[in-house]
């Protein structure tokens, strides 16, 4: 199960990567949150997947799932749906004053 959770963050990397580097300032904003994504699995991986293990340790369980991954990855969903947010609301305001999505052309480049 953990082979196919790191299989899955490494394709949500590469896909990432790959839209970071396009010139269109949504496929941008898309690359950061398929990193963010990608990041979550990898923590969630990192804490070792059991399955049907109580979080919590009580009387008579001598196993338990750790839960501070589960908290570390809650609290980077709130931050990065934050993040995201505020990144649209950039992109929207930028592409409403400049005319344009293109980094080419936002960044003063008239190649194209």
Known sequence: ??????????????T???NLLQKQLLRIIIGTVLLSHGAHL???????????????LTEGVTQYTD????????TSIVIS?????????L???TTQENKT???EQLRGNSNE
């Not at 953990?2 to 394709?11: A, D, K, N, R």
């Not at 749906?81 to 609301?89: C, D, E, M």
């Open 1 to 14: 199960m953990e082979f196919l959770v790191i299989i899955l963050s490494g394709v949500l990397f590469a």
């Open 16 to 18: 990432a990567i790959y």
């Open 42 to 56: 990898m923590i969630l991986t990192m804490g070792k997947l059991k399955r049907g293990q109580p979080p919590v």
């Open 67 to 74: 839960p501070l991954p589960q908290a570390l990855i809650l």
């Open 81 to 89: 749906f934050g993040i995201t947010s505020l990144i649209l609301v």
């Open 91 to 93: 992109a929207y305001r």
């Open 101 to 103: 999505d293109n980094m």
